[in-house]
């Protein structure tokens, strides 16, 4: 049975997974759906009935969609443990202690930062823990060479997150603190902290590996390379945001170190990591995802999607199943100099409502992710946020690229901004650069486009 396989079973699969061609992968994945699908209806009582009309043969696409507003007020019935039952989850919530402690003495519990109506809850057995570990282990860990830098009984890491929270990045770094036969090797950083006093915290400690978010990353870049950071890190690992290519080449630049970028979601776990070629492969021998338009219908590859189904293959305690979230994706023809025959994909992440502005008496709507594709465009933009302030007005604020030239940038982005808004008959919205740094969530992330007033 799969959700049996043992440590030395999941990473020798995942070693070969990464050099199976895709009918081999496609093969593999519709037999750990078969298994997962079998196990829902069995064990979760939503799945049962609603599984109920399913053909025998069934393929992925008989398989109807769900959401988290769908399944949410039934959690109970979602999940397959009885005893992970909505109270315990309300006492363990209620008590910030248990941050990065298990529930129940075993599984695992993250809750994304609810930026829409009520907020995920997640809970994952250790079967997830051992398939998304071994890929991490492999897939970035032995990939990039950074390996040795997590032995914590030698090597000491900083991670700069959002804290006091249950987000899956404090609720991580507290599960390996709590392991550690070192835990004073550990330095958790808030980004809600002022940047002197990180980068003094960070001085005092010198860690050989620094986590954390990749704009976060980007502005230390730059207190490195202004001279006030001195540490040395061997390694880089970031998560949870697009990581730009000049933010990619600002970090090279300040620390010359291994930079490793994970794409990780509450749904479906560790999705992408980056390759030594920079680009990001989808590990898709344990998770499926299937880019869809604002109708739910399937995108063709190239095409940005605005939302994906997640399926978690390894994910049996709350199973996750044709879930819609609204990450924004392409998936990439071609095959990348690595080697790796895992899919190269494109994230550009969760960006939300639409912005819709006035115009001639009736609105018009653009969608973020036309926003957000204008940036990559442009040289010399390391972080960005665009801002709806009016139904009439959209604001830009910037951190530019150390060396870049303010107005060369200001010129071009406002060009590329300036142009989608007329060729969508949108000429009359106005759009201004503020001298403004981009304004962090509640959730601890940058989101590149938000709607304020
Ligand atoms: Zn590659």
């Excluded at 599984?107 to 009520?118: A, D, I, N, R, Y």
């Excluded at 954390?212 to 001279?227: D, I, N, Q, R, W």
């Excluded at 995802?289 to 994910?315: C, F, K, R, W």
Aim: hydrophobic share 35%.
């Amino acid at each position: 049975m799969i959700r049996e396989m043992k440590r030395d079973e999941l990473l020798k699969s995942v070693r070969e997974a990464e050099y199976l061609t895709q009918e081999e992968r496609q093969l593999l994945q519709q037999k750990r759906l078969h298994e997962l699908v079998d196990y829902a209806r069995e064990h979760s009582d939503y799945f049962k009935t609603y599984y109920q009309d399913l053909p025998e043969d069934y393929t992925l696409n008989d398989l109807p969609m769900t959401s988290k507003k769908q399944l949410m007020p039934h959690f109970e019935d979602w999940v397959t443990d009885k005893r992970v039952s909505r109270e315990a989850l309300e006492v363990y919530f209620s008590d910030l202690n248990n941050i990065g402690m298990p529930l129940l003495e075993e599984f695992s519990v993250l809750t994304t930062s609810g930026t829409t109506g009520q907020p995920l809850w997640m809970v994952r057995d250790s079967f997830h823990g051992k398939v998304h570990g071994s890929m991490m282990a492999v897939r970035l860990m032995e990939r990039l060479g950074i390996d040795p830098w997590l032995d914590s009984s030698r090597y000491k890491m900083a991670s700069i997150i959002g804290t006091g929270g249950f987000h899956s990045a404090v609720s991580s770094f507290e599960r390996m603190k709590n392991s550690s036969p070192c835990p004073e090797h550990f330095l958790l950083c808030s980004i809600l902290d002022p940047i002197p006093e990180i980068v003094a915290n960070l001085n005092a400690f010198e860690p050989a590996l620094i986590t954390g978010y990749p704009s976060v990353m980007a502005v230390l870049a730059k207190e490195k390379l202004e001279g006030r950071l001195t540490i040395e890190p061997k390694a880089i690992a970031c998560s949870a945001e697009q990581l730009t290519e000049y933010a990619y080449k600002m970090m090279k630049d300040a620390f010359n170190c291994t930079i490793a970028n994970s794409f990780c979601s509450t749904e479906g776990g560790e999705v992408a990591f980056n390759c030594t070629c920079g680009n990001m492969h989808l590990n898709d021998d344990w998770i499926i995802i299937e880019p869809v338009d604002s109708n739910n219908q399937p995108v063709t590859d190239q095409t940005m999607s605005a939302g994906v189904l997640v399926t978690n293959l390894a994910d049996y305690l709350q199973p996750i199943i044709r879930y819609h979230v609204e990450d924004s994706i392409i998936i990439e023809d071609g095959q990348c100099p690595c080697g790796s025959k895992l899919p190269i994909v494109r994230l550009l992440g969760r960006n939300g409502e639409n912005l819709s502005f006035d115009i001639d008496g009736g609105s018009r709507t653009i969608a973020p992710v036309m926003l957000d594709f204008l940036p990559t465009k442009t040289d010399g933009i390391l972080q960005y946020q665009f801002v709806q302030k009016s139904p009439k007005l959209l604001e830009m604020r910037i951190v530019y690229a150390n060396g870049s030239n303010k107005e060369e940038v200001d010129s071009q982005i406002s060009h590329y901004v300036k142009q989608l808004f007329k060729d969508n008959q949108m000429d009359a919205v106005v759009f201004e650069i503020v001298d403004q740094p981009p304004v962090q969530s509640k959730g601890g992330k940058i989101k590149t486009v938000v709607i304020d007033f």
